[in-house]
């Protein structure tokens, strides 16, 4: 049997595997949630930290045993806070309606839903109850009164509406919790221009003459999406569910998953959450030397199953007559990978979800970082995949070029295998030990074309997720009738254009050695790949078709140099 061919086919069918799993894993809705989490326990008897207390690499001490968090495991749904109460923030970018506790609602203005003019902005979070989506924050606390995201927090300034001022750069809104025995707590929201990280703060001021003690909770909360599932929607192809970071690692539930994969408990610094869409994301991110939990819990009552990510910490001691404050970050926008690193969070671009597996994860990064450059020379996504095509093939010529070195000196030496099929017939060992011999005699290596494509494939599925997760070739056109390189080609053209370069790839192709099935089986394999293909991004099949025809030229030439005349017994 051909070597060469036998790892050909297996690699591809390989390929198609991987790819169809990443499809399929996301097609089933989630299901409707029937149990929940339990909130993550603490032992009661550890001692409480004060605040600003420990430094980086220390123990991480635990927190004492909190009463429930608002919302938490085995509660009903709270009823949502009252129109009147809420006010709306606009900036260049963004418009949230908050409630000093609640997050409620937020739409990108510079993202449309759709291509049509006059379309309504992207909305990522929701107040509608079939589709709620909310980030939250309070606080809790074993003996003291304290706010939560449900109530307590009253805006200081009795306006309902707010909007960033004409050559400013910054919106600062501050609430206001007014507790019993003169503690406080003031809330501000800052917002600023061309951002999408809204900065969070809390100053608790003790007045009164007794401590007060309490831990500050964040949590984004939302119905699981149903996506409209099939390979025709781009979206469904990408990750949607909980990610989280956390003690040097990236981790990440669907939501279909809360419940079925067990609980969370993990004490960290530096750590963030967040729950991924296709191409947006909201994240909370708290100070990096804070010590939080982060938990997973699935809430039920009346209304559709709702999911939460919570991180709780840091814990504030405030004495009589003084203050302490805590702070965090609010990111409510798309997966920009030059805005999220601004910011200056550690693994926060993995929000960017390339892949769950770092290897990936880097290499679509350099991916992603190349097709930028290519994007600043060509002022066009689409030529910039193209420029990346040519780059990555020329970086990978010499492993190209021994690959298809290696199949010309074989289809070059067809007529004497097929002499030698004819001369053992059906005994296919001796066939293959004089098949091995002639190889051995005429230097001809028939791994040598593997090794090319093993090293490719991390390549193609990484620029895979890299094309699927950019929401900088959203609604980016092309040319002509490319008007969205993150959504099929609407007339198939290109798909066509595929299959046509890959069945032309594999007649150049040797079928030395092979069987009439095997044959048949190679004949088949660019209709099989161009009809997966058909429902891929179109910037996605643009570098297929391009990576394909410069393959065929190369191919060709060589091929040329190496076969011209056919090898005679």
Not at 503 to 523: E, R
Request: with cysteine.
């Amino acid at each position: 049997m051909n070597q060469t061919r036998t790892f050909l086919i297996f690699a591809w069918l390989m390929v198609a595997t991987l790819l169809w799993m990443e499809w399929s894993k996301e097609r089933s809705a989630p299901p409707a949630v029937t149990t929940a989490l339990p909130v993550a326990a603490t032992t009661p008897d550890a001692a409480v930290p004060a605040p600003g207390a420990g430094t980086a690499g220390a123990a991480i001490p635990r927190a004492p045993a909190l009463p429930s968090v608002p919302g938490a495991a085995g509660m009903t749904a709270s009823p949502e806070p009252a129109a009147s109460s809420t006010v709306t923030l606009t900036t260049d970018v963004l418009r949230v309606r908050l409630d000093g506790g609640s997050v409620t609602d937020a739409e990108l203005l510079r993202f449309p839903q759709t291509r049509d003019a006059g379309s309504a902005p992207v909305k990522l979070f929701d107040s509608d109850p079939a589709h709620y989506y909310a980030a939250q924050s309070g606080w809790v606390s074993q003996a003291h009164a304290a706010p939560t995201h449900e109530r307590g927090f009253v805006a200081e300034g009795g306006r309902l509406a707010y909007a960033l001022p004409s050559g400013g750069s910054t919106l600062v809104v501050p609430f206001v919790w007014r507790g019993p025995d003169g503690v406080s707590i003031r809330r501000t929201f800052t917002l600023t221009r061309g951002s999408y990280a809204i900065d969070v703060q809390d100053t608790v001021v003790n007045a009164g003459a007794q401590p007060w003690q309490g831990f500050v909770y964040r949590q984004l909360i939302r119905v699981p999406p149903q996506v409209k599932r099939g390979m025709t929607n781009p979206e469904s192809f990408s990750f949607s569910g909980a990610t989280w970071f956390g003690n040097g690692d990236y981790d990440r539930r669907a939501y279909a998953d809360f419940v079925d994969d067990g609980p969370l408990d993990l004490e960290t610094r530096g750590a963030w959450i967040a729950f991924l869409q296709h191409h947006f994301f909201a994240a909370w991110i708290p100070a990096a030397a804070d010590t939080v939990t982060v938990s997973l819990n699935a809430q039920t009552g009346n209304g559709p199953a709702r999911n939460i990510i919570r991180e709780l910490g840091p814990n504030l001691a405030v004495a009589p007559g003084s203050q302490a404050s805590t702070s965090a970050r609010l990111w409510v926008g798309p997966k920009l990978v030059d805005q999220i690193k601004a910011q200056g969070v550690p693994h926060l671009d993995r929000a960017v979800d390339y892949s769950r597996f770092a290897i990936f994860a880097l290499l679509g990064s350099g991916l992603f970082w190349i097709l930028e450059l290519m994007h600043g020379l060509f002022q066009n996504w689409g030529w910039a995949i193209v420029g990346l095509v040519v780059l990555v093939k020329l970086v990978l010529f010499p492993l190209s070029s021994a690959q298809y070195k290696s199949m010309a000196k074989m289809r070059r030496f067809q007529p004497r295998i097929a002499q030698l099929k004819e001369r053992y017939g059906d005994d296919r060992q001796k066939f293959q030990v004089a098949m091995m011999e002639l190889y051995k005699k005429e230097k001809i290596n028939p791994v040598a074309g593997c090794l090319p494509i093993v090293l490719q494939m991390p390549i193609f599925l990484a620029l895979y997720w890299v094309l699927l997760e950019s929401v900088e070739l959203r609604h980016a056109p092309w040319m002509l009738w490319i008007q969205d390189l993150t959504a099929r080609d609407p007339y198939f053209i290109l798909p066509v254009i595929n299959i046509a370069v890959m069945y032309a790839t594999q007649k150049l192709s040797p079928m030395t050695g092979m069987d009439p099935m095997q044959q048949k089986m190679m004949q088949f394999m660019p209709v099989v790949f161009g009809a997966i293909m058909i429902f891929f991004p179109a910037g996605l099949v643009l570098y297929w078709v391009t990576n394909g025809s410069l393959g065929l030229l190369q191919q060709w030439l060589l091929i040329r140099k190496y076969a011209e005349a056919p090898a005679t017994p």
